[in-house]
Protein backbone atom coordinates (compact mmCIF):
# COMPACT_ATOMS: atom_id res chain seq x y z
CA UNK A 1 0.00 0.00 0.00
CA UNK A 2 1.51 3.23 -1.01
CA UNK A 3 1.37 7.03 0.37
CA UNK A 4 -1.26 8.06 -2.23
CA UNK A 5 -3.56 5.19 -1.26
CA UNK A 6 -3.28 5.80 2.27
CA UNK A 7 -3.58 10.07 2.11
CA UNK A 8 -6.12 9.48 -0.58
CA UNK A 9 -8.65 8.38 2.29
CA UNK A 10 -7.98 11.11 4.63
CA UNK A 11 -10.13 14.17 4.69
CA UNK A 12 -7.79 16.73 3.03
CA UNK A 13 -9.84 19.69 4.25
CA UNK A 14 -8.41 19.89 7.40
CA UNK A 15 -5.14 21.14 5.49
CA UNK A 16 -6.91 24.00 3.42
CA UNK A 17 -5.53 27.25 3.31
CA UNK A 18 -2.41 26.41 4.88
CA UNK A 19 0.92 27.78 3.72
CA UNK A 20 3.26 25.24 6.16
CA UNK A 21 2.30 22.58 8.42
CA UNK A 22 2.86 22.59 12.29
CA UNK A 23 5.96 21.99 13.93
CA UNK A 24 4.22 18.79 15.09
CA UNK A 25 3.14 17.04 12.00
CA UNK A 26 6.87 16.20 11.44
CA UNK A 27 7.32 13.99 15.51
CA UNK A 28 7.27 10.59 14.72
CA UNK A 29 4.94 8.51 15.87
CA UNK A 30 4.81 4.79 16.93
CA UNK A 31 1.06 3.80 16.52
CA UNK A 32 0.23 1.08 14.28
CA UNK A 33 -3.27 2.52 14.19
CA UNK A 34 -4.77 3.02 10.47
CA UNK A 35 -6.76 6.30 11.31
CA UNK A 36 -2.69 7.46 12.68
CA UNK A 37 -0.89 6.41 9.51
CA UNK A 38 -4.03 7.79 7.07
CA UNK A 39 -3.05 11.14 8.63
CA UNK A 40 0.33 10.91 8.21
CA UNK A 41 0.16 9.87 4.73
CA UNK A 42 -1.80 13.25 4.18
CA UNK A 43 0.11 15.53 5.83
CA UNK A 44 3.56 14.14 4.55
CA UNK A 45 1.51 15.06 0.70
CA UNK A 46 0.18 18.45 1.71
CA UNK A 47 4.32 18.83 2.98
CA UNK A 48 5.19 17.62 -0.12
CA UNK A 49 2.91 19.62 -1.95
CA UNK A 50 3.90 23.36 -0.55
CA UNK A 51 7.28 22.01 -0.90
CA UNK A 52 7.02 21.77 -5.04
CA UNK A 53 5.40 25.05 -5.54
CA UNK A 54 7.10 27.70 -7.43
CA UNK A 55 7.47 31.70 -6.09
CA UNK A 56 4.93 33.06 -8.40
CA UNK A 57 2.26 30.43 -7.24
CA UNK A 58 -0.52 30.47 -4.64
CA UNK A 59 0.83 29.31 -1.76
CA UNK A 60 -1.60 27.85 -0.12
CA UNK A 61 -3.12 24.42 -0.07
CA UNK A 62 -6.42 24.00 -1.71
CA UNK A 63 -7.73 20.54 -0.94
CA UNK A 64 -10.66 21.31 -3.56
CA UNK A 65 -7.74 20.91 -6.37
CA UNK A 66 -6.56 17.76 -5.71
CA UNK A 67 -9.85 15.84 -5.09
CA UNK A 68 -11.36 14.41 -7.97
CA UNK A 69 -15.02 12.82 -8.24
CA UNK A 70 -13.91 9.44 -7.34
CA UNK A 71 -11.33 8.08 -4.84
CA UNK A 72 -9.28 6.29 -7.27
CA UNK A 73 -8.91 9.09 -9.41
CA UNK A 74 -7.98 11.29 -5.92
CA UNK A 75 -5.41 8.22 -5.20
CA UNK A 76 -4.10 8.80 -8.85
CA UNK A 77 -3.96 13.12 -8.60
CA UNK A 78 -2.13 13.07 -4.73
CA UNK A 79 0.54 10.15 -7.02
CA UNK A 80 1.17 12.30 -9.77
CA UNK A 81 1.35 15.62 -7.76
CA UNK A 82 3.92 13.56 -5.26
CA UNK A 83 5.96 12.62 -8.60
CA UNK A 84 6.04 15.85 -9.39
CA UNK A 85 7.39 17.60 -6.26
CA UNK A 86 9.64 15.00 -5.88
CA UNK A 87 11.31 15.17 -9.13
CA UNK A 88 11.16 18.42 -10.11
CA UNK A 89 13.74 21.02 -9.57
CA UNK A 90 13.22 24.53 -9.03
CA UNK A 91 15.93 25.90 -11.58
CA UNK A 92 15.02 23.43 -13.96
CA UNK A 93 14.76 25.80 -16.77
CA UNK A 94 17.68 27.56 -16.21
CA UNK A 95 19.29 24.47 -15.62
CA UNK A 96 18.41 22.96 -19.61
CA UNK A 97 19.24 26.04 -20.94
CA UNK A 98 22.52 25.94 -19.51
CA UNK A 99 23.23 22.78 -20.54
CA UNK A 100 22.31 22.94 -23.90
CA UNK A 101 24.64 25.87 -24.29
CA UNK A 102 27.82 23.71 -22.97
CA UNK A 103 26.81 21.23 -26.01
CA UNK A 104 26.68 24.53 -27.77
CA UNK A 105 23.66 25.09 -29.12
CA UNK A 106 22.31 27.88 -30.83
CA UNK A 107 19.94 29.18 -28.59
CA UNK A 108 16.91 31.20 -28.84
CA UNK A 109 14.73 32.39 -25.97
CA UNK A 110 12.13 30.24 -26.67
CA UNK A 111 14.39 26.86 -26.97
CA UNK A 112 13.38 25.44 -23.42
CA UNK A 113 9.40 25.75 -24.11
CA UNK A 114 10.01 24.46 -27.38
CA UNK A 115 11.65 21.89 -25.97
CA UNK A 116 8.95 20.81 -23.14
CA UNK A 117 6.39 21.02 -25.76
CA UNK A 118 8.54 18.36 -27.76
CA UNK A 119 8.54 16.10 -24.89
CA UNK A 120 4.67 16.71 -24.51
CA UNK A 121 4.26 14.78 -28.19
CA UNK A 122 5.95 12.02 -26.80
CA UNK A 123 3.39 9.45 -26.25
CA UNK A 124 2.28 8.29 -22.75
CA UNK A 125 2.48 4.64 -23.92
CA UNK A 126 6.08 5.23 -25.20
CA UNK A 127 8.75 2.73 -23.51
CA UNK A 128 10.10 3.81 -20.61
CA UNK A 129 13.70 3.31 -22.13
CA UNK A 130 12.87 5.37 -25.22
CA UNK A 131 11.75 8.20 -22.73
CA UNK A 132 15.00 7.75 -20.52
CA UNK A 133 17.92 7.69 -22.89
CA UNK A 134 16.53 11.05 -24.41
CA UNK A 135 16.72 12.51 -21.52
CA UNK A 136 19.76 11.05 -19.99
CA UNK A 137 21.68 12.09 -23.73
CA UNK A 138 19.76 15.78 -22.66
CA UNK A 139 21.20 16.15 -19.19
CA UNK A 140 24.24 14.22 -19.85
CA UNK A 141 23.89 11.45 -17.98
CA UNK A 142 23.98 8.65 -20.39
CA UNK A 143 25.36 5.51 -18.22
CA UNK A 144 28.55 4.64 -20.57
CA UNK A 145 31.48 3.22 -19.43
CA UNK A 146 33.93 5.74 -19.93
CA UNK A 147 31.85 7.83 -17.53
CA UNK A 148 31.81 5.23 -15.31
CA UNK A 149 35.67 4.95 -15.19
CA UNK A 150 35.17 7.81 -12.78
CA UNK A 151 34.08 5.43 -10.28
CA UNK A 152 35.23 2.33 -11.31
CA UNK A 153 39.03 3.65 -11.41
CA UNK A 154 39.61 2.46 -14.95
CA UNK A 155 42.30 4.36 -16.56
CA UNK A 156 41.13 5.86 -19.81
CA UNK A 157 43.36 3.25 -21.80
CA UNK A 158 41.21 0.60 -20.28
CA UNK A 159 37.39 1.22 -20.62
CA UNK A 160 35.76 -1.00 -22.50
CA UNK A 161 35.56 -0.87 -26.91
CA UNK A 162 32.01 0.22 -28.06
CA UNK A 163 29.48 -2.88 -27.17
CA UNK A 164 27.77 -2.16 -30.47
CA UNK A 165 30.55 -1.64 -33.01
CA UNK A 166 33.70 -3.08 -30.93
CA UNK A 167 35.89 -0.27 -32.15
CA UNK A 168 37.03 2.86 -30.36
CA UNK A 169 35.31 3.07 -26.59
CA UNK A 170 31.88 3.21 -25.05
CA UNK A 171 31.71 6.59 -24.73
CA UNK A 172 28.68 9.46 -26.19
CA UNK A 173 31.80 10.77 -28.08
CA UNK A 174 31.48 7.54 -29.66
CA UNK A 175 28.03 6.43 -30.06
CA UNK A 176 26.57 9.75 -30.57
CA UNK A 177 28.65 11.85 -32.99
CA UNK A 178 28.56 9.72 -35.97
CA UNK A 179 31.34 7.41 -35.12
CA UNK A 180 29.55 4.27 -34.60
CA UNK A 181 28.23 2.63 -37.59
CA UNK A 182 25.98 0.59 -35.59
CA UNK A 183 24.20 3.68 -34.31
CA UNK A 184 24.46 5.68 -37.57
CA UNK A 185 22.51 2.62 -39.26
CA UNK A 186 19.98 2.29 -36.67
CA UNK A 187 19.40 5.91 -37.01
CA UNK A 188 18.89 5.63 -40.02
CA UNK A 189 16.52 2.58 -40.14
CA UNK A 190 14.38 4.66 -37.57
CA UNK A 191 14.50 7.47 -39.77
CA UNK A 192 13.17 5.28 -42.64
CA UNK A 193 10.70 3.94 -40.49
CA UNK A 194 8.93 6.81 -38.84
CA UNK A 195 9.52 8.49 -42.31
CA UNK A 196 11.15 11.66 -40.99
CA UNK A 197 14.10 12.60 -42.09
CA UNK A 198 16.40 13.04 -38.65
CA UNK A 199 19.88 14.49 -40.89
CA UNK A 200 21.51 17.40 -38.60
CA UNK A 201 20.93 19.73 -41.42
CA UNK A 202 17.06 18.91 -41.31
CA UNK A 203 17.01 19.40 -37.47
CA UNK A 204 19.19 22.56 -37.97
CA UNK A 205 21.43 20.67 -35.58
CA UNK A 206 25.32 21.53 -36.42
CA UNK A 207 26.63 17.84 -36.16
CA UNK A 208 25.08 14.44 -35.48
CA UNK A 209 25.86 15.29 -31.68
CA UNK A 210 23.72 18.16 -31.72
CA UNK A 211 20.94 16.74 -34.07
CA UNK A 212 20.84 13.76 -31.22
ZN1 LIG B 1 30.33 1.67 -31.75
Request: aromatic share 10%; with cysteine.
Amino acid sequence: MNVATLAAQADLYQWDGITRLPETANQTSNSMLITDHIHQCASDFVCSHLGGLYDHEDPKFHAANVIEKTPARTRRAIYKRFVYCELHYTHQDSDIQAKLQLRGLPLADDAVPWMHQHFRFMSSRLQPNYRNIQFDLLFNSLSTDRRYRHVSGTSKQAVHACYLCGLEDDSIGHLFTGACLVVVQARRAYSNHVNIDLSPAVLHGADFHHSS
